[in-house]
T-cell receptor, first 114, second 114 residues
Framework: SQQGEEDPQALSIQEGENATMNCSYKTSINNLQWYRQNSGRGLVHLIL?????REKHSGRLRVTLDTSKKSSSLLITASRAADTASYFCATNLNSGGGADGLTFGKGTHLIIQP | ETGVTQTPRHLVMGMTNKKSLKCEQHLGHNAMYWYKQSAKKPLELMFV???????ENNSVPSRFSPECPNSSHLFLHLHTLQPEDSALYLC?????????????FGSGTRLTVV
């Protein structure tokens, strides 16, 4: 079953505004990651937040994690046209040392209007 | 380029054809993955390889056959596919032992089955 689910499915804002996307998941996780995908291309890793972290920043990105609510949010500040893309959250369940597959949501399609 | 290279970028094949997708990484990662991305569906994890051994097979039909000859190369052999197998096939790699960092994805192979 799907682990991560992003909300909203689509978001259109004006350039310069902030964009907030949310992700909910169902089971306990080791970490949660956010990725960006430009149309028809591969995914690009943006940021990883571990289950014992509550907030993380990377440039114009801010990610929060609330394990009690099993949710995360991605905030992009001062949006630019180049931020137009689909954004996915992915969860990593494995607390052991081996390789494991990430489980992705359906994504939020973000459009930045110039 | 992300460091994960997939070839070909586009592939059109008939249902009776046999073809292979190739993925190559020289990032020193020891885990590699195949994902399928279909329209309006979450990314589906197909196969996981860790240290060249397959560790997960999510009930993928046998018409998809993975091969990992070494830690830098991953193949997906395709045989008697169906039109519903048309999708973007993404390869990714990671190094789970290094603090569980994010995945590095290739740009994908756009597969069309006719």
């Amino acid at each position: 079953s799907q682990q991560g689910e992003e909300d909203p499915q689509a978001l259109s804002i004006q350039e310069g505004e902030n964009a907030t996307m949310n992700c909910s998941y169902k089971t306990s996780i080791n970490n949660l990651q956010w990725y960006r995908q430009n149309s028809g291309r591969g995914l690009v890793h943006l940021i990883l937040i571990r289950s014992n972290e509550r907030e993380k920043h990377s440039g114009r990105l801010r990610v929060t994690l609330d394990t009690s609510k099993k949710s995360s949010s991605l905030l992009i500040t001062a949006s630019r046209a180049a931020d137009t893309a689909s954004y996915f959250c992915a969860t990593n369940l494995n607390s052991g040392g081996g390789a494991d597959g990430l489980t992705f949501g359906k994504g939020t399609h973000l459009i930045i209007q110039p | 380029e992300t460091g994960v290279t997939q070839t070909p970028r586009h592939l059109v094949m008939g249902m009776t054809n046999k073809k292979s997708l190739k993925c190559e990484q020289h990032l020193g990662h020891n885990a590699m993955y195949w994902y399928k991305q279909s329209a309006k569906k979450p990314l589906e994890l197909m196969f996981v390889y860790s240290l060249e051994e397959r560790v997960e097979n999510n009930s993928v039909p046998s018409r998809f056959s993975p091969e990992c000859p070494n830690s830098s190369h991953l193949f997906l052999h395709l045989h008697t596919l169906q039109p519903e197998d048309s999708a973007l096939y993404l390869c990714a790699s990671s190094h789970p032992g290094q603090g569980r960092g994010g995945y590095t994805f290739g740009s994908g192979t756009r597969l069309t089955v006719v």
